[in-house]
Nanobody, 128 residues
Framework: DVQLQASGGGLVQAGGSLRLSCVIS????????IGWFRQAPGKKREGVSW????????EYAEAVEGRFITSTDSAKRTMFLQMNNLKPEDTGVYFC?????????????????????WGQGTQVTVSS
């Protein structure tokens, strides 16, 4: 049974950092692309980053490039999202997800049809 569980959200001041965790079960990081998404109040869900161990690719949304870093610890079956220099516009509920593919296109990779399994979200609030 595929499961993903995100945690680590909280309240932080602008310029601060947070690290989110996503513990997985029922699959391996080696088999599928995995990603982070977020949804701000009143806005649609957007992709933050995705990573594929199998093809060795890691992509970030332009809004977070250079500030966020995705990593994995296979032994702990955990994916991390290190978020640095946080901005108020980073506020939202953050989700981790698994694709049914091991590689995604460079554009529109966050389209819903690429992502099959979702964890519950964790709230990130950045105060100005």
């Amino acid at each position: 049974d595929v499961q993903l569980q995100a945690s680590g959200g909280g309240l932080v001041q602008a310029g601060g950092s947070l690290r989110l965790s996503c513990v997985i079960s029922g699959f391996s990081f080696d088999d599928y692309a995995i990603g982070w998404f977020r949804q701000a109040p009143g806005k649609k869900r957007e992709g933050v980053s995705w990573f594929s161990s199998r093809v060795g690719r890691r992509e970030y949304a332009e809004a977070v490039e250079g500030r966020f870093i995705t990593s994995t610890d296979s032994a702990k079956r955990t994916m991390f999202l290190q978020m640095n220099n946080l901005k108020p516009e980073d506020t939202g509920v953050y989700f981790c997800a698994r694709s049914e593919h091991d590689e995604l296109p460079r554009r529109n990779w966050d389209a819903a049809w690429y992502w099959a399994s979702w964890g519950q979200g964790t709230q990130v609030t950045v105060s100005s």
